[in-house]
């Protein structure tokens, strides 16, 4: 349904989903959803919370904060998961996804990053769960770092799909498995080689920054995010697979807010704030790579076909006009520094 003008200023494309992002709750919460019901139809909430959500019913009432703080009028859909620990009891985890209150379960491996310290301390720890989890087709969602703290912060994606994650899917070829906002061009190879059950999302700014631009003229915490900038090939190597049409890659803005100042400071947070402006960002992407006809695909229907959910129905339009970021975006937590801070992008998003 991707309809062009001659000059391509105009692009009308099915509403897209996020399928990865962190809505944090109470006031942060509040302060930031808007920016993502505007773009997307639904999303895929993260458990990360403080506590985590750990049981459906913890999912089932996060689930109504979310409902209750999205703008009058919005029919913006979140999508809950379970984050997985040591001690998940298989029965319950299944009928949380049975009931349709979990689309799918979350592995951070212990201590990875921000909220994982309930997280999975190794992987055989969960080996039944996953095991119930592939026998009724609930995706499992993966942060692919290792924590050895004898392995280089670059290196910890690479050395987990060798480690880990190969063996996860050897020992559960049927298990559906997206390995979260992938940042090297070992991921690309490692899901392009894959079975059609591994998937993976790709992140607005893992497309637009190498590790280098966190360093350029000093140090920029607002592009300090897990698993880290890599280096330009593993960018390029991101790109082309995003741009390529293969359906096993999809949108997922592993939008993350922090406040600005738990960011700038001695010990500055991970995560990029990247909702208000997450369709510019990679429709650029796109149309920087001629690739503006894989666009829909991408944004609109490799993730939802992936999850087996329907897609969706109306429209979102977007034009080539230049659109200027703000510097701070204040919400009733915090002031949130969003990606691309002071940038001016040349797309707007004009019609939802
Ligand atoms: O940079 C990140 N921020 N990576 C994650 O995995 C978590 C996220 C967060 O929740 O802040
Ligand atoms: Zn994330």
């Not at 039944?128 to 392995?151: N, Q």
């Not at 400071?265 to 960002?281: I, T």
């Amino acid at each position: 349904m991707v309809s062009c003008e001659p000059m391509t200023t105009t692009l009308t494309f099915r509403r897209p989903d996020d399928w990865h992002l962190h809505l944090r709750d109470g006031a942060m919460l509040a302060g930031v959803i808007a920016h993502s019901a505007r773009q997307f139809a639904r999303a895929i909430a993260m458990p990360n919370l403080d506590p985590p959500i750990v049981t459906a019913a913890q999912a089932l009432a996060y689930r109504e904060r979310i409902l209750a703080a999205r703008p009058a009028g919005s029919d913006f859909a979140p999508l809950m998961t379970a984050y997985l620990t040591d001690g998940t009891d298989p029965a319950d985890l299944a009928a949380g996804f049975e009931r349709g209150v979990f689309a799918a379960a979350k592995l951070y491996p212990a201590h990875a990053t921000t909220n994982s310290a309930h997280g999975v301390t190794e992987v055989g720890a969960i080996y039944p769960v996953l095991e119930r989890m592939e026998r009724i087709g609930m995706p499992l969602l993966v942060h692919g770092e290792v924590t050895d703290p004898a392995v280089d912060v670059f290196d910890r994606e690479a050395v987990f799909l060798e480690r880990v994650l190969a063996r996860v899917i050897g020992d559960f070829p049927a298990l559906k498995v997206v390995s979260e906002h992938i940042t090297t061009e070992e991921a690309v190879r490692f899901i392009e080689e894959g079975p059609a059950t591994v998937a993976a999302t790709v992140t607005p700014h893992h497309l637009q920054f190498n590790r280098t631009a966190m360093f350029q003229g000093g140090l920029r915490p607002h592009l300090y995010c897990l698993p880290v900038l890599k280096r330009e090939r593993h960018r390029l190597a991101l790109r082309r697979a995003a741009t390529s049409g293969n359906p096993k890659f999809f949108l997922g803005t592993d939008s993350a807010p922090h406040p600005a100042a738990a960011k700038e400071a001695a010990c500055g947070c991970a995560g990029v704030f990247n909702a208000p402006v997450a369709l510019e960002s990679y429709l650029t992407v796109f149309d920087e790579e001629d690739a503006l006809d894989r666009f829909e695909a991408f944004a609109s229907e490799h993730g939802a076909r992936f999850y087996g959910l329907p897609l969706n129905t109306g429209t979102v339009t977007m034009r080539r006009e230049p659109t200027e970021v703000p510097a701070r975006i204040q919400t009733p937590a915090a002031e949130v520094v969003p990606y691309q801070a002071d940038a001016t992008l040349g797309w707007r998003l004009v019609a939802g």
